[in-house]
């Protein structure tokens, strides 16, 4: 689900943590999203109003009776404009009025007015002893019950006090996931997905691998579109250069560097999986032997031979091994006679698809934020998805096949 002219209320309570919305907001703001901000008194100690009106290039709402404000009640016209809203940082004082269902400023009336009926994200961010009182406990377990609210788990480490604890608030790439999730239908609940990503690092000894130039971001891409559809998602990641935002853990990863390693977490997974879509570039051949020792060059020598000996094709071993319904949708990167290539591809590994990424489009590939595909059906149908950026290509493969 893109943020693309969706409208989000970002509600600021007086945490510390406050200083990182402004980042949040220009992060909506460059999604295509239209923001506007309710804050506490407080919060506009730690955050000037001057920054977040400007980020967000709207008035700030925290005075109930301000002479300015639009409506003569904001807390209810605001929770009428928008199609989700985000409380980041939710201190304790704010979870626990939350909680009772107290309106006694702009932002808690403003909640008040939301909750029920819009999609609402939380973010709890304070010190480690606010967080474990019983009764900011009591205030997130009941918040969590209800229907429209998804409350992110604040994160442990240091914290602004100094010391170390859980208490803190996720990143702003995070909440903005988070957002994107609440907002999503769940039109994949209960389904199990399995991908791979990233490339594969094949021993040659402790201090050498060979490897390729993959970086995991398509099948993170899809990892995180699956799972804002409300699939159970595990992913299976080589050498990945990227986080994976995951702000409700509904991502499940398993780290598996070689083909062999991969090779043995998609066997295990495969029987309890509906849909694999195999995006890893796996290595086709590893060293023959792994040395235990630094392979040293010798006085003189000018040529070194390495043996490699064939991994399994994880894909083709599914493939041969497939049952009615699960679905198989692998990758194909091709130099040369692409079609052709990604069609004799998915025939060998019995796919269901296949979506065939080229080299020779710019802009596509590996490492970048965008790619450019062609969707292969084993039907005979094609579809082309135009250059975007990799999360847009994500969510056209998964409407495209899913
Ligand atoms: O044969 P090729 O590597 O070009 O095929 C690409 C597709 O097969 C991708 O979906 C890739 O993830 C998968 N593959 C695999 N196991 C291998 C090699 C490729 O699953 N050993």
């Keep these: 689900m893109s943020l693309q002219g969706k409208h989000i209320i970002v509600g600021i309570s007086g945490g510390i943590a406050a200083y990182k919305i402004p980042e949040l907001i220009r992060s909506l703001v460059k999604a295509g999203a239209e923001v506007r ?38 807390h209810i016209s605001l929770p009428d404009w928008c199609d989700a809203m985000i409380v980041a940082p939710a201190t304790a004082n704010v979870l626990a009025k939350m909680a009772a269902g107290i309106a006694d400023d702009a932002l808690t009336t403003t909640i008040c007015s939301c909750v029920a009926r819009k999609p609402m994200v939380i973010a709890p961010a304070m010190n480690d002893k606010m967080w474990e009182n019983p009764a900011t406990q009591h205030a997130v377990d009941t918040i969590r019950g209800w229907e429209n609210v998804s409350v992110i788990e604040p994160e442990t480490g240091l914290l602004a006090c100094g010391t170390s604890g859980k208490g803190r608030m996720p990143e702003v790439e995070e909440l903005h996931e988070a957002l994107e999730y609440a907002l999503t239908p769940k039109t994949m609940q209960g389904r199990h997905i399995l991908i791979t990503a990233g490339g594969t690092q094949e021993k040659i000894d402790p201090v050498r691998f060979i490897s390729n130039y993959s970086t995991g971001k398509m099948g993170i891409a899809l990892a995180q579109a699956c799972a804002r559809r409300g699939a159970e998602v595990t992913i299976v990641c080589g050498a990945v250069s990227h986080p994976i935002r995951n702000p409700f853990g509904t991502i499940r990863r398993i780290d598996a560097l070689s083909a062999q390693a991969m090779y043995e977490a998609c066997i295990d997974l495969w029987s309890q999986t509906d849909i694999a879509i195999l995006c890893a570039a796996v290595a086709d051949f590893t060293p023959a032997k792994e040395a235990s020792e630094k392979i040293k060059k010798q006085p003189g020598q000018t040529e070194w031979t390495l043996q490699l000996s064939a991994t399994h094709d994880i894909a083709r071993t599914l493939g041969e091994s497939k049952h009615e319904g699960q679905k198989l949708i692998g990758f194909a990167l091709e130099t040369e006679n692409e079609k052709e290539n990604a069609l004799a591809k998915m025939e060998r590994k019995h796919l269901d698809a296949i979506v065939l990424n080229s080299l020779r489009e710019q802009g596509a590939g590996f490492g970048v934020d965008t790619n450019r595909v062609t969707i292969l059906k084993n039907s005979g149908n094609s579809v082309e998805l135009p250059l975007q950026s990799k999360s847009a290509i994500a969510e056209g493969i998964i409407e495209t096949l899913i």
């Design 37 to 74: 901000v309710a804050a506490t008194k407080n919060a506009l100690e730690f955050v000037t109003e001057l920054t977040l009106q400007t980020v967000s290039g709207s008035r700030v709402y925290s005075d109930v009776f301000a002479a300015i404000n639009e409506h003569a009640t904001e």
